[in-house]
């Protein structure tokens, strides 16, 4: 076999082991992208009083750090409180 011909094949080779491998990572990107879509929909929704306490702290949290007013706080919080526990 000629020198040219080796090389020929040796990069042949060595474009399609690349094609190869970004395909292999594409997949494994697309596969874990699954799996963690699908742990987020099968995971168990928290019950009413769980979110209600999840956005207590958060506005609390965002009151201390003055992004909003006390008093918009307890709207908000009215408000969510009207939605979340009207539909249980």
Same mark, same amino acid.
């Given at each position: 076999? %000629? %020198?040219k011909a080796a090389q020929s094949? %040796?990069?042949s080779a060595s474009a399609a #082991?690349? +094609?190869i491998g970004t395909a292999a990572v594409a997949a494994a990107s697309a596969v874990a992208a699954a799996a $963690? #879509? #699908?742990s987020i $929909?099968? +995971?168990p $929704?928290?019950?009413a009083a769980s979110r209600m306490d999840g956005v207590h702290a958060?506005?609390?949290r965002a009151v201390q750090l003055n992004q909003i007013t006390a008093?918009? #706080?307890e709207k908000f919080e009215a408000k969510l409180a009207g939605r979340i526990l009207g539909e249980t």
């Open positions: 076999m %000629s %020198s094949i %040796s990069k #082991a690349g +094609s $963690v #879509a #699908a $929909v099968l +995971s $929704v928290p019950d958060d506005l609390l008093e918009q #706080a």
